[in-house]
């Protein structure tokens, strides 16, 4: 039944119209002088045991309550299928404002524009003296196209790890060459006890990327062109291929996950490891009984070792680049937590964090700081810079299936060589 | 029909065929709803996804047109014929497994014993559990040195195999818990085709003095071959597209072993960002099957003619 | 003829084949409720000591319920697409004989080819542009897809069963074939529909490729993608893996029981002849 039109109706709508315009013009005062805090999303990897996410959340938690204008909302992301995670979440519009990941990540995603790059944040940093902070090197591995892509937080180095019970009961020193290391595994493989444990995930192939990088080369040759059936990748894969052919190696390598192997170490199942060192740090690390061996020398006498690049990124899809900076600033200068309290797994590229009681009153970590970081190379070596298309050779797997055949005991040739093949067509993409 | 109408114009009408019966119209309606969402899932993707495979697309940007280069890179590529025969491994020996475990069970049920009822249920385990719980349940069973399988070899005196870390080993893993997965549908499927011969068949093979045995070639085989070859091809198709058991296992692992047409297109899809031989591996799969079930269709079909 | 005493020697038999069958099953649940120390040291199948710690830590450190629900959640809703769609369809293969359907029939059973992951390419970037990914309508509509052949052939065998002379009785007394359905045959399916639907739920439920693909959120993850997360996390803790993998099973179990009676002679026999 429809009301008339009459001209009281009409006053009186009118009326009731300007009410309910009204009603909202305070709201809009009151929403100025009390505005709502802006809404972040940081997503972070897992980067340490159990207690880091927690440890990580009480961090945010703080950040929120030191200030009302930005509130992050923290979000946990399992290594499993990482990639697949951000590419989805980008390709549904729903990327978060600022994440750790992959460590070319943020390159790739710049390549395809969908990366805020933190320039204006280096510069203010370099205004105000605190890029001094950074080395070099670190910067370099966020530099693309003269933009800086994302802002370098950790260094996920690797060394050889020793125990120091397998070792004394075998009578073998400390080795500091690869013929030394290969004897003193061959000596102490006996009763399930193995020489080396490694794994057929990332952690697998980044023991190959190590040795190649070990002997003055890597994947690629310095023009970017994939090396790895190049004289240094192939003498360093065949190098790990003798220790699998004596022995040495426990075969159930190729089917273990990370976990697995890190766990048959801590059980005293095998002398040498090879892992970033904060991991002496974890709970079930029997400490007094692990120690850090020396950057070992080549056959050619280089010293090298894979250093993976952790940074954090934002996101072009971002509505709140300014704020997301603001926090990005606060969270690179207020990290220490992460690793005194989360025991996160990698050692910070910031120069004053490293200073910290906790890493330079641990022997192991100072002297990996001292020894290892200056000699870290990256997944690019030997070329230098980073570049799109190490984000697949990191993510895709068929490196995985490379140091899975090597510890399988075949020959290197042939996986090298369908390596080979394969990283060619990831470049010329 | 329209009682109103003249003798002759409804004689007329009853002869030539309307196009839109009742029946028709309301069989239209009644599928509606499943046509479209046929449409939406899976013509709309065919049609698109054949697009995919002449361009380098990737998930988050469409590419540009390369004509048959995908294909002529699936072709010369080692893995893909890799992925292509492990497919073929895997379908066969499941098919062949499951069938004979199914059908030797269902024959077993199909008898009247105390508990039959209750153990076709317990029997149907393997089939309803999650492909993850089914895959985890297995895993640790082989996992490493101390795992079930291994103390069992140990207890006979032998070295521990570490099945995961062999490819050959890892393959002959996947194939058994696809087999234990697949043998109850098999089974319920043969059990239900059996019940449904005509028992006066056997009674007259008694009265010929049949055994058992030839009772069993000369009437029950032929008489559940529709069945089973439907299942049969059933069971291959569903074990090509199978993504789940390889996957959840190994990866696809160790060294790609495992890799099947499935797992295969996936990496290329959301390992590789590379949307293109994604799509291609997929239709190639999806081509192949096609032509088998064709194939199948035809020499069963002239048999059926001949008979 | 035969004797007609009981046939305890299959009996025996059939024991055993079940317990065999079973052996993984049953090593995973006794497993859950022993840590994981002892999983690795223990000599013989039977548990020694027995503890719930393993559930204490699923529930304290993993959103293991957040995923139940969203398992719940999005297998309901893909359960009541399916029916909405299977039903009518399998209720018209059941009583017309018309060219559409039989195109149709074939079609059915041509869907079972088809490699979902070439759908879920496409479709990813169709439910991107309409604003989809992680949400669970995406998934239930591809589950939906995916279940419709078997709830079809599930729900036509329903209505064989019900004999065409009601309808027709119905229709002689002046209804149209719709209210002869609603009226007449639907009330008496009622418990077959129940199972066709815990059926398409429990497929659902199950599903592990799909939902990964298309739901990656702790706010959307289903139980399959979010348990193999933790999975791959804690893979060395096998007590928490073995608890995870047992609670993700009752829920099937459960609804199964219920089914099964209606997984008939009938049901099946309808799946094949389609």
């Given at each position: 039944m429809k009301a008339k039109l009459t001209s009281s109706n009409r006053s009186r709508r009118q009326f009731l119209k300007a009410l309910i315009v009204a009603s909202f013009l305070p709201g809009a005062f009151v929403g100025a002088a009390h505005a709502q805090p802006v809404e972040i999303n940081f997503w972070d990897m897992i980067w340490g045991p159990a207690e880091y996410a927690a440890v990580a959340q009480k961090l945010v938690d703080k950040f929120n309550a030191s200030q009302n204008d930005i509130k992050v909302v923290y979000r946990s992301v399992p290594w499993d299928s990482w990639y697949q995670t951000y590419v989805t979440a980008i390709a549904s519009g729903s990327a978060p404002d600022i994440s750790t990941g992959g460590s070319f990540q943020a390159v790739q995603f710049y390549s395809m524009d969908e990366i805020y790059p933190v320039d204006e944040l280096i510069e203010e940093m370099k205004k105000d003296g605190s890029l001094s902070d950074f080395s070099q090197s670190a910067l370099d591995t966020v530099r693309y196209h003269d933009h800086y892509v994302a802002l370098p937080w950790g260094n996920d180095i690797r060394a050889y790890l020793y125990r120091k019970d397998?070792?004394?009961?075998?009578?073998?020193?400390?080795?500091?060459?690869?013929?030394?290391?290969?004897?003193?595994?061959?000596?102490?493989?006996?009763?399930?006890?193995?020489?080396?444990?490694?794994?057929?995930?990332?952690?697998?192939?980044?023991?190959?990327?190590?040795?190649?990088?070990?002997?003055?080369?890597?994947?690629?040759?310095?023009?970017?062109?994939?090396?790895?059936?190049?004289?240094?990748?192939?003498?360093?894969?065949?190098?790990?291929?003798?220790?699998?052919?004596?022995?040495?190696?426990?075969?159930?390598?190729?089917?273990?996950?990370?976990?697995?192997?890190?766990?048959?170490?801590?059980?005293?199942?095998?002398a040498f490891f090879l892992d970033n060192p904060n991991v002496t740090n974890s709970d079930n690390a029997p400490k007094d009984k692990i120690g850090i061996l020396p950057p070992l020398k080549g056959p050619h006498g280089d010293l090298g070792t894979f250093n993976g690049a952790n940074n954090i990124m934002v996101y072009k899809q971002s509505k709140h680049p300014k704020e997301t900076l603001k926090f990005l600033r606060w969270w690179s200068e207020n990290q220490l937590p992460l690793w005194t309290e989360g025991h996160a797994g990698n050692l910070p590229v910031r120069a004053s964090l490293l200073k910290d009681p906790y890493f330079q009153n641990n022997p192991i970590l100072k002297y990996t700081a001292d020894n290892y970081i200056p000699i870290g190379k990256s997944l690019g070596a030997a070329a230098s810079g980073t570049f799109p298309q190490l984000n697949v050779v990191d993510g895709d797997g068929f490196l995985n299936s490379l140091a899975q055949r090597i510890f399988q005991g075949e020959d290197p040739q042939g996986p090298a060589q369908d390596a080979q093949a394969y990283l060619k067509g990831i470049m010329s993409k | 029909m329209n009682s109103s109408i003249t003798g002759g114009t409804r004689v007329w009408r009853a002869r030539a065929k309307p196009l839109m019966t009742p029946e028709l119209t309301t069989s239209a309606v009644l599928l509606f709803p499943s046509l479209l969402l046929l449409a939406v899932v899976i013509a709309y993707p065919i049609a698109q996804g054949f697009l995919y495979t002449f361009t380098d697309s990737s998930l988050l940007r469409p590419g540009s047109f390369v004509g048959m280069g995908n294909y002529g890179r699936l072709l010369q590529d080692r893995s893909f014929w890799h992925s292509l025969s492990f497919s073929a491994i895997f379908a066969l020996s499941n098919v062949v497994g499951c069938y004979l475990l199914g059908l030797g069970l269902a024959l077993m049920l199909q008898r009247d014993f105390p508990g039959r009822g209750l153990f076709r249920v317990l029997l149907l385990t393997p089939w309803i559990v999650p492909s993850l719980v089914a895959v985890v349940s297995w895993r640790w069973m082989v996992s490493d040195n101390g795992a079930l399988a291994n103390k069992i070899i140990a207890a006979f005196g032998g070295d521990p195999i570490y099945f995961l870390s062999n490819g050959n080993w890892t393959i002959v893993i996947v194939i058994l818990i696809k087999i234990w997965v697949s043998f109850?549908?098999?089974?319920?499927?043969?059990?239900?085709?059996?019940?449904?011969?005509?028992?006066?068949?056997?009674?007259?093979?008694?009265?010929?003095?049949?055994?058992r045995w030839q009772a069993f070639m000369h009437?029950?085989?032929?008489?559940?071959?529709?069945?089973?070859?439907?299942?049969?091809?059933?069971?291959?198709?569903?074990?090509?597209?199978?993504?789940?058991?390889?996957?959840?296992?190994?990866?696809?692992?160790?060294?790609?072993?495992?890799?099947?047409?499935?797992?295969?297109?996936?990496?290329?899809?959301?390992?590789?960002?590379d949307v293109g031989m994604g799509a291609t591996v997929s239709f190639v799969?999806?081509?192949?099957?096609?032509?088998?079930?064709l194939l199948v269709m035809r020499l069963t079909k002239g048999e059926h003619n001949a008979r | 003829m035969r004797a007609n005493r009981p046939r305890w020697g299959i009996t025996g038999t059939m024991t055993l084949i079940v317990l065999v069958i079973n052996v993984p099953i049953i090593m995973m649940v006794l497993n859950s409720f022993q840590t994981t120390a002892d999983i690795r040291s223990s000599t013989s199948l039977i548990p020694k000591s027995l503890t719930l710690a393993n559930y204490v830590f699923l529930g304290s450190s993993t959103p293991f319920f957040t995923y139940l629900r969203n398992s719940v959640f999005t297998a309901l809703g893909a359960a009541a697409l399916s029916l909405a769609a299977a039903v009518p369809a399998g209720y018209a293969l059941s009583r017309f004989r018309t060219g559409l359907l039989s195109v149709y029939s074939s079609a059915l059973f041509a869907v079972q080819m088809f490699p979902i992951i070439l759908a879920l390419i496409p479709l990813f970037i169709l439910f991107r542009a309409m604003g989809l990914i992680d949400n669970p309508l995406s998934v239930m509509i591809v589950y939906a897809v995916l279940n419709l052949p078997f709830v079809t052939w599930m729900a036509r065998s329903y209505f064989d069963t019900i004999p065409r002379e009601l309808e027709e009785a119905g229709l002689i007394d002046g209804c149209n074939h719709y209210s002869a359905f609603f009226r007449i045959v639907l009330p008496l399916t009622g418990p077959g529909l129940a199972a066709v639907s815990i059926f398409a739920f429990l497929m659902a439920y199950n599903e592990f490729f799909v939902a990964n693909v298309f739901l990656r959120t702790q706010q959307t993850m289903t139980l399959p993608v979010g348990i193999q997360m933790f999975m791959q996390q804690f893979s060395t803790d096998w007590g928490s893996v073995m608890a995870a993998s047992t609670l993700m099973m009752v829920p099937t179990l459960i609804l199964f029981l219920f089914v099964q009676k209606f997984i008939t002679h009938g049901a099946i026999s309808g799946a094949v002849k389609g």
């Open positions: 397998i070792l004394a009961a075998n009578g073998v020193a400390a080795p500091s060459t690869w013929e030394e290391f290969r004897a003193a595994a061959k000596k102490v493989t006996k009763n399930g006890v193995f020489g080396l444990v490694c794994s057929g995930d990332q952690n697998g192939f980044q023991l190959m990327v190590t040795a190649a990088v070990n002997n003055g080369g890597g994947l690629f040759d310095p023009d970017r062109k994939p090396a790895i059936t190049g004289e240094r990748a192939r003498e360093a894969l065949q190098f790990v291929s003798s220790l699998v052919k004596d022995g040495s190696v426990n075969p159930a390598s190729a089917g273990y996950s990370y976990d697995d192997s890190a766990a048959s170490f801590m059980r005293g199942e095998s | 109850p549908f098999m089974m319920l499927s043969l059990l239900a085709a059996l019940q449904a011969v005509d028992r006066s068949l056997y009674e007259a093979a008694e009265i010929d003095g049949a055994t009437v029950t085989m032929p008489e559940i071959r529709g069945v089973s070859i439907v299942l049969c091809i059933l069971m291959t198709i569903w074990t090509v597209n199978d993504f789940d058991t390889p996957w959840l296992l190994a990866r696809g692992g160790p060294a790609n072993a495992t890799e099947n047409l499935v797992v295969h297109a996936y990496r290329y899809t959301f390992a590789r960002n799969t999806l081509f192949i099957l096609m032509a088998l079930f | -």
